[in-house]
């Protein structure tokens, strides 16, 4: 099933899917040519509130039983392609990927493989998909990895010149309060149309952070925390939410 989803401000066509297994994901529209992305939604898994209903993370308190078979249905969406994932520590670290399984610690992905599925989960922050030309990259980033210019540094490690970012649902300018000093912080990295007084634009900045690097980009404009029908939000939602999956695959063209 594919709907188109409500039209949202600022932000680039996209439409809502419903995998095979029945979660219900977000992805880019048109389709990104040579690859897939996958902004999965809350919808479509198993778990009791607060984590209903398709948490994929047993570190917030959800039953194990639960999250193993959202996995499961979230890797029937996926094809049952193998998926490749790390333990993301809010640093800039890329991870280059060969195979499945587990890869240290990061918080972005890259391969070169096709049918290889790089994951990161998210519920706030920014869930970045970079497709390139033999390459695609997965990138999660909060405020720390923002300010480190993780997005731009996953783009860079691409080769090639033509690549374009994908940036998913996320929380936004307008349910993002930081401190005087973050703000201030993040206007003189990125520029001053990033804040709006305490309100900062994670998007905006990454946005900057990739058009430096020469990356065209695509922005969803789907916010976390105005839409707690179809995402986690842990600034909305806490003390306890749960985490969606992002991923993005390279297909055969």
Request: aromatic share 6%.
């Amino acid at each position: 099933m594919c709907a188109h989803l409500p039209e949202v401000r600022d932000g680039a066509p996209a439409a809502i899917h419903t995998g095979a297994g029945g979660a219900v994901y977000v992805s880019p529209e048109p389709r990104p040519e040579g690859a897939q992305v996958f902004f999965f939604t809350r919808i479509g898994g198993v778990s009791e509130s607060p984590y209903d209903e398709l948490n994929v993370s047993v570190k917030v308190g959800d039953d194990r039983t639960a999250v193993d078979r959202n996995v499961g249905i979230i890797r029937e969406a996926l094809g049952n392609r193998p998926t490749a994932w790390v333990k993301q520590v809010a640093g800039d670290g890329v991870a280059t990927v060969s195979g499945e399984g587990f890869a240290g610690e990061a918080d972005a992905l890259l391969t070169s493989e096709r049918d290889l599925c790089l994951n990161v989960a998210v519920a706030d922050c920014v869930p970045v998909a970079i497709v390139g030309e033999d390459e695609v990259a997965m990138v999660h980033s909060g405020w720390r990895g923002t300010l480190s210019g993780i997005s731009g540094r996953a783009a860079g490690r691409m080769a090639g010149d033509a690549k374009r970012a994908y940036i998913g649902p996320c929380i936004r300018r307008c349910c993002y309060e930081v401190s005087e000093d973050l703000a201030d912080t993040f206007a003189r990295e990125f520029g001053e149309g990033v804040v709006s007084g305490r309100y900062l634009s994670l998007p905006g900045a990454i946005r900057t952070d990739l058009e430096r690097a020469g990356v065209e980009v695509v922005d969803l404009g789907l916010c976390t925390g105005c839409r707690p029908d179809l995402f986690f939000s842990h600034r909305k939602q806490k003390p306890v939410t749960g985490r969606s999956l992002a991923a993005v695959v390279k297909v055969a063209r």
